[in-house]
């Protein structure tokens, strides 16, 4: 399998503060990759950086065979490759959940409305909200908006998949369901996806590799339960600790 | 001198002629006001991140120069009186025209002079409307229309407009109504809108309390309706 993203030494500042110092990744097609580490360890800046939200600063980055900086004028079309599913769901308001998910395909893809909506709607009815189509994102619960999300990244049809936390701002009841869907299109389409998130859980069942961020570092990686069962750093170690005892 | 009934009922023909003008010169004002408006507002945010991706090189000093330029236009107008931009277009303007070129008789019509006013001086005020509008739009949801891989120009007409255009009908309400009144201003320049209409009769027949009465109460009537309208607006879109 071919690398879909792969970064070079890439650095990322915010002014005078460098938050990621010379990563290097690389990610295969069809690999599901989970990243951990405490807050403002620079996971999701990493993931940012994939989809040029934050463009780097040093290195090279390269998304399905789009090189960044050098080709930095495609970055459209690396986001029609790379979906992404954010924290705050950030779903547009006044569309409703059907409009929401036919956007991109109307719109980046440039198709036709019914043809856009009828592949909106079997995405709604793939994370189980057919029949919410016509709701507004605030009629909708913070499970139900972030499913619709998640239908409404993978409506474009890209190959990779990015989550920035998704289920951190959800009741914990709701958290559930967005992962069962996270999961199943793991399972069912084999879709790249690189997640932080601190549900070990879905780490563990769904991540063919887990990596550990500290302080703008990869620390530690490898397959999920191996790198939970035997950490090797001290932080990783406490970090796990935190964690469990949620 | 008892109120006399009559006296309003005399005057209503000039007054509603008056009014007339009135509401021409408002709505063509406030039309051509939102355009420079939406223009200027839009431009003082260029290449600003409430707009999507920072422009690098070229782009990013073309954007600079339409910010300062937008900026220069809001300072301009917001910093000076519109009675002394009013004077500025009707007696001003034409002599520069003259000054410049070889045109013997160039002359501006009163009425187009009050239009052009209020276009420009309501233009730089809906344009700070517009541009706080616009900055409120929360940066989350330009990042989700980004990162589905749509146009810069997708995404202000489709994300960043609707949702900020509701957020913008509150103050747009007041400044569609400062316009209208403002309108009253132009009795300085002799157009025969409502005030002036007003202020002629008066001058014949020395009836304040009537006719007063009655130009206020008109003014009343079409700044509701102007409010009305807008409350209308805002309400179709209240649902987000």
């Keep these: 399998m071919s690398n879909i993203i792969e970064m070079h030494d890439v650095c990322k500042s915010f002014g005078d503060t460098e938050v990621l110092h010379a990563i290097n990744l690389a990610i295969k097609e069809g690999e599901v990759v989970v990243v951990i580490g405490p807050s403002g360890s620079g996971k999701s800046t990493l993931i940012r950086c994939m989809n ?12 399905d065979n789009i090189r960044i900086p050098e080709e930095r ?18 779903l547009f308001p006044h569309m409703t959940a059907l409009e929401n998910v036919a956007f991109g395909p109307r719109k980046a ?42 239908a409404r990244a993978l409506a474009v049809n890209p190959k990779v998949m990015l989550f920035d936390e998704p289920t951190s701002a959800l009741d914990p009841e709701m958290i559930g369901e967005v992962l069962d869907v996270m999961k199943k299109i793991a399972k069912e389409s084999g879709m790249t996806m690189v997640v932080v998130t601190h549900e070990m859980g879905f ?4 991540g063919d590799r887990l990596i550990f961020m500290d302080d703008g570092y990869i620390v530690e990686e490898g397959k999920p339960t191996e790198v939970m069962k035997n950490p090797q750093s001290k932080r990783l170690t406490e970090f796990l600790g935190h964690v469990k005892h949620h | 001198m008892g109120f006399e009934f009559s006296v309003i009922t ?21 039309a051509g006001g939102m355009f420079f408006g939406i223009l200027a507002g839009l431009g003082r945010l260029a290449g600003t991140e409430h707009l999507g991706e920072k422009p690098h090189g070229l782009p990013a000093y073309v954007a600079m120069a339409i910010r300062y330029l937008s900026g220069g236009y809001v300072e301009t107008i917001r910093g000076t009186p519109i009675i002394v931009q009013a004077m500025f277009i009707y007696f001003a303007f034409p002599m520069i025209v003259k000054g410049l070129t070889d045109i013997e008789r ?14 420009i001086n309501a233009g730089a005020y809906i344009a700070e409307i517009v ?13 989700a229309g980004q990162s589905l891989g749509i146009s810069r120009f997708q995404l202000i007409v489709h994300i960043i407009g609707p949702i900020a255009f509701r957020r913008m009908i509150p103050p747009l309400g007041n400044q569609f109504i400062i316009s209208l009144k403002d309108t009253s201003l132009f009795i300085v320049i002799g157009v025969g809108e409502l005030t002036r209409q007003g202020q002629e009769i008066m001058a014949s027949n020395f009836r304040a309390l009537e006719i007063w009465l009655t130009v206020a109460i008109m003014y009343l009537i079409m700044t509701t309706v102007l409010a009305v309208t807008l409350r209308q607006v805002e309400n179709k879109m209240k649902i987000f």
Excluded: Y
Aim: charged share 20%.
């Design chain 2, 131 to 143: 541009r706080g509008s616009v900055m409120s739009v929360n940066k989350g949801l330009l990042e």
């Design chain 2, 10 to 30: 005399d005057s209503l023909p000039a007054l509603f002629a008056g009014a007339k003008l009135t509401w021409i010169i408002t709505l063509l004002g406030i």
């Design chain 1, 73 to 90: 004028r495609r970055v459209r079309q690396i986001r029609l490759e790379v979906g992404m599913v954010f924290q705050q769901f950030n």
């Design chain 1, 203 to 206: 780490a563990s069942q769904v």
């Design chain 1, 52 to 63: 040029c939200l934050e463009m780097i600063s040093k290195g090279t980055l390269v998304v």
């Design chain 2, 106 to 119: 160039f002359r501006i019509e009163a009425l187009t002079a009050a239009v052009i006013t209020i276009v």
């Design chain 1, 109 to 150: 893809r440039s198709m036709g409305k019914s043809k856009a909506e009828e592949i909106a709607s079997d995405l709604l009815a793939k994370v189980g909200l057919a029949e919410f189509s016509n709701k507004l994102p605030g009629q909708l619960s913070g499970g139900q908006q972030q499913r619709v999300a998640i």
